[in-house]
């Protein structure tokens, strides 16, 4: 592994509700220097070595949201299924991300935050391990490490004890290892 992990060996798959809406995403993906930025739908143009990120529009609806999560989820290629997938908000307050996390997502960032702030949050999502929970009811990264409520909180949906535990390390260099846990 590199001494330092970028985002320039990485691509930023944008969902948008509408062309203004990418426009100013792909803007964004430039700044954070993703190594190419595309529109979702142009996954398999990417080069082989590049590791996909997803970033999701905050504008994009809930039921489609979801759809996408699912079937990103859903397939068998790990490039796919183990990619972060991100939904990029306005701004606070910061409760708005316990249900992008509950649906799934890797990580929400807000882009009233700094350039550097939203860099580090998803360049935090490479070179280390990250959990996914596989079960019934849920195939996505462990919900627990990213809910900034109360263990108390009403927001918070117990989870059911069947599932499996998977380790999860992307490297831009080496690709997306997974491996169940016993």
């Known amino acids: 592994m590199s001494a330092t992990i970028t985002l320039t060996?990485?691509?930023?798959?944008?969902?948008?509700?509408?062309?203004?809406?990418?426009?100013?995403?792909?803007?964004?993906s430039h700044r954070m220097k993703f190594g190419h930025v595309l529109e979702y739908t142009k996954l398999n143009a990417l080069p082989d070595k590049a590791l996909p990120f997803f970033l999701i529009h905050y504008g994009v609806i809930d039921p489609?949201?979801?759809?996408?999560?699912?079937?990103?989820?859903?397939?068998?290629?790990?490039?796919?299924?183990?990619?972060?997938?991100i939904c990029i908000i306005p701004q606070g307050p910061r409760h708005q991300m316990v249900p992008q996390v509950e649906m799934g997502f890797d990580d929400v960032v807000f882009l009233s935050?700094?350039?550097e702030q939203i860099s580090k949050t998803l360049t935090d999502q490479l070179g280390r391990e990250v959990l996914y929970i596989d079960s019934p009811h849920y195939f996505g990264p462990d919900r627990?490490?990213?809910?900034?409520?109360?263990?108390?909180?009403?927001?918070?949906?117990?989870?059911?004890?069947?599932?499996?535990r998977i380790r999860v390390l992307r490297d831009p260099q080496q690709g997306i290892q997974a491996n169940y846990l016993n």
Request: include cysteine.
């Open 64 to 85: 489609l949201k979801q759809r996408l999560l699912r079937g990103l989820r859903a397939t068998d290629e790990p490039l796919r299924k183990y990619a972060p997938i």
């Open 144 to 164: 627990r490490r990213l809910e900034r409520v109360s263990r108390g909180d009403p927001r918070r949906v117990p989870g059911g004890t069947e599932h499996r």
């Open 113 to 115: 935050d700094t350039i």
């Open 9 to 28: 060996d990485c691509a930023a798959l944008i969902f948008a509700p509408d062309g203004r809406s990418f426009d100013n995403m792909a803007e964004l």
